[in-house]
């Protein structure tokens, strides 16, 4: 990077992290240092909301994955404004009329301390599991700038995030992505209109998407009912619902960010937002992509996008052998080029003849060039056993470094670096909540002042922070983040959202029966998982549908015994 964009870089940090310390003053006690004293505006909680879930993850994987397998994607986020809707109807106002901390002291009210124990570990495990990997993302952008092992960027990026954490709690966390979120819409804007302006003469917008779409990259809705394909309609719609619904229903990094809001009808204000805008800004990130991929039709692609792994390859044995492969891939490059170029000929000309007969010729020149990229790919693998073989979350970073101009570099990463920042910011808060709130003032010390509770709040920040800091340094095992982070998801959530749907539905349901089906359950879909039984989107739908039909005939089996369900 230019100097210019070293400045927009560490400006953009400095005042982010100023700003959050700076307007979220010191916490003296765990409703302010947890709850923010439940004073936010709606628009705060709906930007607070959105980006909690929209991480470096989302602006660093999402282009790589719609360069690589196209706009299908966007069908994940389809059962999101249902869920937000129902979210408003049934969970805000029992929440909010509570006054509870997290979700799961609710769970004690209506059950009893083991089924609050057992969800409060459940979301510990999946929390700290993806925060991890929130962390990792922007590690990765360092690591290609300054071409160092990620686990030195890893350590950097965390330390930063704990310590806002730890001073301002949930108040610097909320302000700070107000000011993130901003940035964010701005700089993504920006970056479209850069791709576009960086297109050859004559290759507008549109016919840029035609020819993506000619080579399979438009592909934004599939009606076909298919379990076993991840993205289509029905996958969105239900099981993306499911998810959606217990993500920000049950999930405490997203619970604890609209219960900072001054009213029911502000909490819900701020997910309805979130239910509005989610899908256009997620199908513009990756229009993004799409538009990276065609810009890449005409300019040359690097071999493998991840240049660590390439460096470790030149550096080896193999170093001949994968020069050779650049070499082919070059000239397959060109080949593919002229074809590319036939068909935008072809598509002026408007005869269908011709634009079928140079869409065929250009498939070929891409398979051809995708062999010689799966051949370099298995000669890293040769090289080295644990090298990563996933380069999609490098795609949009190498277009960044390579053809941005200067000072909209530094932006581009400092917003990824911002969304990374916002959302394991939650994640460390909600952790912490939990850990404070559900156990060791619940369990371990339920009579301690409130002085006890803050520094325990502070302590668990700074412990969940290492924790999520050392799954990082194994997140490059993954591969793609965006996906790897919501099939990390999926194994867990159904199961904690059929434990609330019971909670709140099914009154005649018992403690003992709801706590028996979720652990059968998790042992289920963790299996289904591990086997890959079904696209990982529909684990969602089928836990919390087996939690709810378990928990309905254990309850009939097993005998009351004395215990009744709470009201």
């Not at 819900?268 to 805008?277: C, D, E, H, T």
């Not at 709810?548 to 009351?560: D, S």
Request: charged share 15%; aromatic share 12%.
């Amino acid at each position: 990077m230019s100097l210019p964009d070293w400045i927009v870089l560490g400006v953009t940090l400095l005042a982010i992290v100023a700003y959050g310390v700076w307007k979220s003053g010191s916490s003296k006690n765990i409703d302010q240092y947890l709850m923010g004293s439940r004073s936010m505006p709606w628009y705060t909680v709906g930007l607070s909301v959105m980006a909690t879930q929209a991480s470096a993850i989302t602006f660093l994987s999402a282009p790589g994955q719609a360069y690589s397998d196209g706009m299908r994607f966007v069908q994940f986020y389809f059962g999101l404004p249902l869920a937000m809707i129902v979210l408003c109807v049934t969970f805000v106002p029992i929440f909010s009329r509570l006054k509870v901390y997290t979700a799961y002291e609710f769970l004690e009210q209506r059950f009893d301390l083991k089924t609050r124990a057992l969800t409060s570990f459940l979301f510990l495990v999946q929390r700290g599991l993806s925060t991890g990997i929130t962390i990792y993302a922007p590690s990765i952008i360092l690591s290609t700038i300054l071409n160092i092992n990620t686990v030195y960027t890893t350590l950097f990026i965390g330390g930063l995030v704990i310590f806002y954490t730890v001073y301002g709690g949930t108040k610097a966390v909320s302000y700070t992505q107000l000011l993130q979120m901003s940035i964010i819409f701005l700089g993504m804007f920006a970056a479209g209109v850069v791709v576009v302006m960086l297109l050859p003469q004559g290759i507008g917008f549109t016919k840029a998407l035609h020819l993506a779409g000619k080579l399979g990259r438009m592909n934004v809705i599939d009606w076909k009912f298919d379990i076993n394909n991840r993205y289509t309609v029905w996958s969105g719609i239900i099981g993306g619902f499911f998810l959606q619904l217990s993500y920000f229903g049950t999930d405490q990094s997203q619970v604890g960010r609209y219960l900072t809001g001054s009213s029911i009808g502000q909490s819900r204000l701020g997910l309805i937002m979130n239910g509005l805008i989610k899908i256009p800004m997620q199908f513009m990130i990756l229009l993004i992509g799409v538009l990276v991929f065609a810009f890449y039709q005409f300019n040359q692609p690097p071999l493998f996008f991840n240049r660590y792994e390439v460096k470790q390859v030149q550096d080896g044995k193999y170093a001949p052998d994968y020069k050779k492969l650049e070499d082919q891939y070059s000239v397959a490059f060109q080949q593919k080029k002229s074809k590319a170029d036939e068909l935008v000929t072809a598509m002026d000309s408007k005869d269908v003849g011709r634009i079928n007969q140079a869409n065929t010729a250009l498939k070929q020149a891409d398979a051809q060039q995708m062999t010689i990229r799966k051949n370099a790919i298995a000669l890293m693998k040769k090289n080295n056993g644990k090298a990563d073989a996933d380069d999609t979350n490098y795609v949009f970073l190498n277009f960044v470094t390579h053809y941005l101009p200067r000072g909209l570099i530094g932006l581009l990463i400092a917003i990824v670096f911002l969304a990374s920042m916002g959302s394991t910011a939650s994640a460390l808060n909600s952790l912490a909540s939990t850990s404070v709130v559900d156990i060791y003032k619940r369990i371990i010390n339920p009579n301690g002042t409130d002085k006890n509770y803050l520094d325990a709040s502070r302590i668990a920040t700074v412990i969940w922070g290492l924790v999520c800091i050392g799954m990082a340094l194994y997140a490059n095992k993954m591969g793609n983040l965006l996906e790897a982070v919501n099939q990390l998801g999926s194994y867990i959530y159904g199961t904690i959202l059929g434990v609330f749907v019971v909670a709140f539905y099914l009154k005649k349901i018992r403690g003992t029966s709801v706590f028996i089906a979720a652990v059968l359950t998790e042992l289920i879909i963790c299996i289904m998982g591990y086997y890959k039984v079904i696209a990982y989107l529909w684990l969602n739908a089928i836990g919390c549908i087996l939690v709810i039909v378990l928990a309905g005939l254990i309850n009939v089996l097993i005998p009351e015994g004395g215990e009744s369900s709470k009201a």
